[in-house]
């Protein structure tokens, strides 16, 4: 209601602000004619007065309403209000005027006061019929001061008419007659005016009621449209039966890291293509409706009836479309997506469903395996049970987010000369989990420097007790994500540690992956890896090969280790250009006395050819897994790596 009269009131004020210019020619032209006839009635006072207010009142009336139109933007609340207050004290010092008439000895001034004052009420409710709330406040005072006119013509005694009156009150009709010819055609183009901006109001009306319903960034439904949207596919509005078809809440992993170390126009733009990539021919077809509903999350509605294998092949399709690589200012971005997902029930709402798929997704980003999980209510517990951040800081305190060692083997001697920490999460039940599982969890809730913080102090303990055995490799790697490197505090948190261990930090490699190169904080970045390299760290470039690094890069920050991706070894002795970039990789890391280490190694034809060209150490399952600190400990005391059966 108040946001309806506010738009009101402001259309009105582009409309008055476009009558009073366009009158203001026909208001001045009068000024003369009133003047002369205050002249003639000698009183030259009044004739003074008139045009100097007058004249600044249009003066004032011109400031205020520069700018502002039919055409123009709405203006602000305060311009309207200066229009206004203008435009008032313009009419009534108009119809003042007619009172300093009203005022004279003469009869002739008399007359003119009231064809004055006719003329200008017929000229307010002509002009400002399409204008009703002005209309009201200009005609109101107007009728006061005509009451005071017309006492003060009962109060007095007047001289006996003169023949130059006639003349004179004939002139005034004369401009009157004028004026009313004049005002009658203006009043077509008030109506077309106001016309022209109801059109315009009613358009910016839908365009807000479009954008209401919208997400500003990808254009995709919001929340609100989606529930319309989805209740009328699922049919599952409460009351109707026979609801089939199923609600996809896609939440995608890995989205803060970007916006965060690229940038939000890195972010924006993903987000935008996630939204054209769901909507696009293959899922959109399908989908009944998409809508984001907020910072990562987009829901998806399908029409039924689906069963349990169609609903993966959706979620997969959803998937494999959503984990192609997508490019920014000749950036490599990647995500992949967790799908909780809800099938529609007689009875259910979309809030409900809603509810049920955010239970599923919350499963499928934090407990299994899976990313995608259909909600069971038997299965899924209650969201409001798990605290997910309270359950990883617990898991890093109780030790079950813990270092496990992937040896690194030198292929002519066979002796284990390091290990790679990789995070493992031990629960009583089941298989270690990857960290797949649970990092994504541990970046969205903020962890990642607590979770870095323990993992260094974890391992620097296991080298520690390693160094006590006499097991202690020439080098244990430790992954940094970059968000570490990327601001002085993690930085500082990591020389404080490494400089608390004089006697282990020569074994310590810090493992970056390329992403360094493109990130925002890339002078920080640089800055910290050169601190601790002079600290006595060795720094090693992960997954070499599969981004942004150039050449130039690695000779900037000077490398003491490249690892080959695993992607390059898989393929090898299988394509041809992959064994000749990877023995050129070998061949330049020799030229820049940069230590190579082959990722993933699984094959023994796989180490033959690397041993061909050259490599000296590799790491696969080939030789072991990631181990226990007690398997490691065995595997270490054992000696030479043998390769696993
Ligand atoms: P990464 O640093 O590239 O680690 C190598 C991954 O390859 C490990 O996966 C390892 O288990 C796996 N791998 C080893 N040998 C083979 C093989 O022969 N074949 C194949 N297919 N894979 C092999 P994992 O442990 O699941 O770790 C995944 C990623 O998680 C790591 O990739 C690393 O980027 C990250 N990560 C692990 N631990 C940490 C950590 O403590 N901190 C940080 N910031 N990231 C970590
Ligand atoms: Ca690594
Ligand atoms: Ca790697």
Redesign the pocket.
């Known amino acids: 209601m108040l946001d309806r009269l506010k738009d009101r009131f402001i259309l009105e004020t582009q409309l008055t602000a476009h009558i009073v210019r366009r009158d203001r020619l026909s208001r001045m032209s009068v000024i003369p004619v009133v003047c002369a006839i205050l002249a003639y009635c000698e009183d030259y006072r009044s004739a003074a007065i008139i045009a100097a207010t007058v004249t600044i009142s249009e003066a004032a009336a011109y400031l205020a309403g520069t700018g502002v139109g039919i055409d123009a933007p709405p203006p602000p609340l305060r311009r309207c209000a200066a229009i206004w207050t203008v435009a008032i004290v313009t009419t009534a010092i108009y119809m003042a005027a007619g009172a300093l008439f009203g005022a004279g000895a003469s009869t002739a001034a008399v007359i003119c006061a009231c064809i004055w004052m006719f003329g200008a009420l017929v000229h307010v409710s002509n002009s400002f019929v399409a204008v009703p709330i002005y209309n009201w406040s200009m005609l109101l005072p107007s009728y006061i001061i005509v009451a005071v006119v017309i006492s003060n013509l009962f109060a007095r005694s007047f001289a006996p008419p003169d023949p130059m009156d006639a003349i004179t009150v004939g002139g005034l009709l004369l401009v009157y007659f004028a004026n009313s010819v004049q005002t009658t055609q203006t009043h077509k183009d008030s109506i077309s005016a106001y016309e022209h901006m109801r059109e315009l109001a009613a358009r910016r009306l839908i365009e807000l009621k479009d954008l209401s319903l919208r997400d500003t960034l990808t254009r995709l439904p919001n929340r609100r449209a989606f529930d319309d949207l989805a209740s009328n596919i699922l049919r599952g509005d409460g009351q109707r039966h026979g609801a089939s078809g199923a609600l996809f809440l896609i939440n995608l992993d890995g989205f803060k890291p970007i916006n965060d170390s690229y940038g939000h126009a890195a972010g924006d733009a993903l987000l935008k293509e996630v939204a054209r990539r769901l909507t696009a021919q293959g899922i959109g077809a399908g989908a009944g409706a998409v809508a984001r509903l907020g910072n990562d999350e987009f829901a998806m509605a399908w029409p039924g009836p689906l069963n349990t294998s169609e609903l993966h092949s959706i979620s997969d399709m959803i998937q494999s479309h959503l984990h192609q690589p997508m490019r920014h200012n000749h950036r490599k971005l990647q995500i992949t997506a967790s799908i909780g997902i809800a099938p529609a029930h007689d009875g259910a709402s979309v809030d409900q469903l809603l509810n049920e798929a955010d239970q599923a997704m919350f499963h499928a980003k934090n407990n299994l395996e899976s990313r995608i999980v259909i909600y069971d209510r038997h299965i899924i517990p209650k969201r409001s049970n798990l605290n997910d951040r309270a359950r990883l800081l617990s898991a890093m305190q109780q030790g079950e987010i813990c ?2 060692y ?1 040896p690194q083997v030198d292929i002519a001697t066979n002796r284990i000369i390091g290990l ?5 999460w031990v629960q009583p039940k089941g298989n270690p989990r ?3 599982s649970f ?1 994504p969890a541990i970046n969205e809730v903020n962890l ?1 420097a607590e ?2 913080d323990h ?1 260094l102090q974890a391992v620097l303990k296991d080298m520690t007790t390693l160094q006590n055995l006499n097991l202690l490799p020439d080098q244990v790697s ?4 970059e968000v ?1 490197l990327a601001t002085a505090a993690g930085r500082d948190a990591l020389l404080d540690v490494v400089g608390r261990h004089p006697n282990l930090h020569g074994h310590l490699m810090f ?1 970056v ?1 390329e992403d360094i190169f493109i990130a925002r904080a890339g002078q920080t970045i640089k800055d910290s890896i050169s601190m601790l390299r002079m600290a006595g760290v060795r720094i090693s470039l ?2 070499f090969g599969t981004g942004f690094a150039t050449f130039q890069h690695l000779q900037e920050l000077e490398f003491d280790e490249l ?1 080959l ?2 992607g390059f070894v ?1 393929r090898l002795g299988t394509d041809r250009a992959t064994d000749v970039l990877v023995k050129s990789f070998l061949d330049m890391g020799r030229g820049l006395d940069v230590h190579i280490v082959a ?4 094959t023994t034809a796989q180490l033959d050819i690397l041993r061909d060209m050259g490599c000296q150490t590799v ?4 030789f072991s ?2 181990l226990s600190l007690d398997d490691t400990t065995a595997f270490l005391q054992a000696g030479d790596a043998t390769v696993a059966a």
């Not at 990722?599 to 699984?602: A, M, R």
């Not at 790491?619 to 080939?622: A, E, S, V």
């Open positions: 270092p496990f992937q790679e920490a990789l995070a493992r990857t960290p797949g990092l990642q979770f870095q993992m430790i992954n940094l994500s570490t493992e992956t992960d997954d690892k991706d695993t898989s990722e993933g190694v699984e790491q696969g399952y080939l897994p990631a």
